[in-house]
């Protein structure tokens, strides 16, 4: 036997109007808090960027057939990092999310080895999270050592990023190993 479920509109009324299990509700309120959410997820998905690009810099400069510098495939290439973090972002998103890097990125190299470096990165994102009533703003701001190593014995390229002490990524490649041209 089927339920009959009636629910009035004054009861619905209740509830976007204010009142709700004896607690004060509020849209405006409710919007600002996913607001709040949402910007920390951005923020983690604009500092994941940042990683990338730090990592891709650092095989650029040293990996298997290393063609730019660290700083230099670093600087160039971050605004499109992140530019791709926010096309990302807002591809299924309620809110808006938004970016601008409040001044140019810092890298700077902290030591040479004979088979490798390490170089320091840092930038600050401004970040504005919007929907229909409510603006989340605020900074980010990200720092990483990136130690980029290949030796040409082994044929291996590794790449650590660390936080202060924390490791945030690693990985090790096995270059390909090049073939002699045949003679004629």
Do not use: W
Request: proline share 4%; aromatic share 8%.
């Amino acid at each position: 036997m089927a339920a009959l479920v009636t629910v009035s509109f004054a009861s619905l009324a209740g509830l976007t109007l204010g009142i709700s299990g004896g607690k004060d509700f509020s849209l405006i309120s409710t919007e600002a808090q996913d607001n709040a959410f949402a910007f920390e997820d951005a923020s983690a998905f604009y500092s994941r960027a940042f990683d990338d690009c730090a990592a891709d810099a650092a095989y650029a400069s040293h990996g298997c057939l290393p063609g730019n510098t660290f700083c230099g495939y670093f600087g160039a290439n971050l605004p499109a990092y992140l530019d791709n973090a926010s096309r990302r972002l807002n591809a299924n998103s309620t809110r808006e999310i938004a970016y601008s890097l409040e001044e140019a990125a810092s890298c700077e190299e902290l030591s040479t080895q004979e088979k490798g470096a390490t170089y320091r990165v840092s930038a600050t994102v401004s970040l504005n999270v919007s929907s229909g009533n409510a603006i989340k703003s605020g900074r980010s701001s990200r720092m990483l050592d990136a130690e980029a190593t290949r030796d040409d014995e082994s044929g291996v390229f590794r790449m650590t990023l660390t936080e202060g002490e924390k490791a945030v990524a690693g990985y090790a490649v096995q270059c390909p190993t090049p073939t002699p041209s045949p003679t004629p």
